[in-house]
């Protein structure tokens, strides 16, 4: 099972960034996915998600209309699309799989957003 993140990096208060999760291992299409995010010195928090498998979506309020989750069945792929982006953001972002009580995490992408 691997769950690979890309697509962070630095950018400028204002901006935008589409972070992208590969995942290989398992059946995809079965598991709701999300997206989390940790701060230094700070806990992760769920930042997006699907309540179930492509299913409906639910985001925290911080990031509610900045963000939109997404994803391609076809290519094993789940997207974070990241627009307005503030310096709060400013975090290490993770893409986690789960089905039932069953979770899969990736290694996470960093995100920056600074001038």
């Known amino acids: 099972v691997q769950l690979v993140e890309s697509g962070g990096g630095l950018v400028q208060p204002g901006g935008s960034l589409r972070l992208s999760c590969a995942a290989s291992?398992?059946?995809?299409?079965?598991?709701?996915m999300s997206w989390s995010r940790q701060a230094p010195g700070k806990e992760r928090e769920l930042v997006a998600a699907?309540?179930?498998?492509?299913?409906?979506?639910d985001y925290a309020p911080s990031v509610q209309d900045r963000f939109t989750i997404s994803r391609d069945n076809a290519k094993n792929m789940v997207y974070l699309q990241m627009n307005s982006l503030k310096p709060e953001d400013t975090a290490v972002y993770y893409c986690?799989?789960?089905?039932?009580?069953?979770?899969?995490w990736g290694q996470g992408t960093q995100v920056t957003v600074s001038i």
């Open positions: 986690r799989a789960r089905f039932y009580d069953l979770a899969y």
């Open positions: 291992g398992f059946t995809f299409s079965n598991y709701a």
């Open positions: 699907e309540l179930s498998a492509g299913g409906r979506t």
